[in-house]
T-cell receptor
Framework: AQSVSQHNHHVILSEAASLELGCNYS??????LFWYVQYPGQHLQLLLKYFSGDPLVKGIKGFEAEFIKSKFSFNLRKPSVQWSDTAEYFCAVNAGGGSQGNLIFGKGTKLSVKP | EAQVTQNPRYLITVTGKKLTVTCSQNMNHEYMSWYRQDPGLGLRQIYYSMNVEVTDKGDVPEGYKVSRKEKRNFPLILESPSPNQTSLYFC????WGRGSPEAFFGQGTRLTVV
């Protein structure tokens, strides 16, 4: 069965620090990859997505992620975090190259940014 | 505006009293699903539907029912709610089969069963 692992449960950073959140998935075939963000009390919103092409994907709010196929990874990065980035971040995988709508989510990483 | 609408946003109910959480999307998406979100467990899929009259179990279907009589609606039914179904529920919809299965989420329904 496909699965998604997010290695950090809770990350605490100061403003302007750099961020990297790990995500690994288990599926040997074609995948679509996503990062979603959930601000406190809100629903999930798409940060960025990878379908094909350039493995370095840029999303909203200065976030980017790199797909490394050999490592089955899709880590999320931001060079300089802000207090407003405090949220929970979810990595998700859609296996089968888009032939199914099913998304498998990781357990999430809570990011707290200290002002 | 593209959106997924869930109702109600908040619900407190008693054990055993049947309830329905509605979900509606205006994007003509084929695929809809229900998730529950619990601390430390992330989002777990309850049921999904690939199109009208086509539904299937997700990872945690016990105690839930769904129906898909119309493309835009995908209600979640709890026939006899129990306290372990206290959770935050999200409905999502997406297109599929076209290589762009981005999921759009509803605002969530916070359910408390006492």
């Amino acid at each position: 069965a496909q699965s998604v692992s997010q290695h950090n449960h809770h990350v605490i950073l100061s403003e302007a620090a750099s961020l990297e959140l790990g995500c690994n998935y288990s599926y040997g075939g074609t995948v679509n990859l996503f990062w979603y963000v959930q601000y406190p009390g809100q629903h999930l919103q798409l940060l960025l997505k990878y379908f094909s092409g350039d493995p370095l994907v840029k999303g909203i709010k200065g976030f980017e992620a790199e797909f490394i196929k050999s490592k089955f990874s899709f880590n999320l990065r931001k060079p300089s975090v802000q207090w407003s980035d405090t949220a929970e971040y979810f990595c998700a995988v859609n296996a089968g190259g888009g032939s199914q709508g099913n998304l498998i989510f990781g357990k999430g990483t809570k990011l707290s940014v200290k002002p | 505006e593209a959106q997924v609408t869930q109702n109600p946003r908040y619900l407190i109910t008693v054990t055993g009293k049947k309830l329905t959480v509605t979900c509606s999307q205006n994007m003509n998406h084929e695929y809809m699903s229900w998730y529950r979100q619990d601390p430390g467990l992330g989002l777990r899929q309850i049921y999904y539907s690939m199109n009208v009259e086509v539904t299937d179990k997700g990872d945690v279907p016990e105690g839930y029912k769904v129906s898909r009589k119309e493309k835009r609606n995908f209600p979640l039914i709890l026939e006899s709610p129990s306290p372990n179904q206290t959770s935050l529920y999200f409905c999502a919809s997406s297109s599929w089969g076209r290589g762009s299965p981005e999921a759009f989420f509803g605002q969530g329904t916070r359910l408390t069963v006492v």
